[in-house]
């Protein structure tokens, strides 16, 4: 995968950096980690710092368009969505057991 950097701006409020990227592939789309391990090598980042915001892909395209951001501290994460976190992280939503299950209701007959 090749990762180019089309814009990079400064946040000194938020601590970090704003990344805009284009990542092109060939084969399968890559998976969320692969471009962000990637895209942290090409920055020299450290990984546990960096949050993929957005991952767009054309219909049938080979190409990935890409909004990311580079944290200065873990303190500085704090601002971030706790959705945004775990899907970075690769945390999959498990549902909860009732909703896996739905319970079955009994009916009563009437006696007459």
């Not at 601590?15 to 962000?36: C, D, L, W, Y």
Request: proline letters at 3%; glycine letters at 8%.
């Amino acid at each position: 995968m090749e990762i180019k950097i089309t814009e990079q701006k400064d946040n000194p409020i938020l601590n970090r950096k704003e990344i805009r990227f284009r990542a092109s592939f060939s084969g399968s789309t890559p998976s969320r980690k692969g471009v962000k391990e990637s895209l942290c090598s090409k920055l020299g980042a450290d990984s546990s710092l960096v949050v993929i915001d957005i991952l767009e892909q054309g219909y049938g395209s080979q190409d990935l368009k890409g909004y990311a951001k580079v944290y200065s501290n873990s303190e500085a994460m704090g601002i971030e969505s706790k959705y945004k976190l775990e899907r970075d992280a690769g945390v999959k939503k498990e549902k909860k057991a009732e909703e896996k299950a739905p319970a079955k209701e009994e009916k009563g007959e009437k006696s007459g």
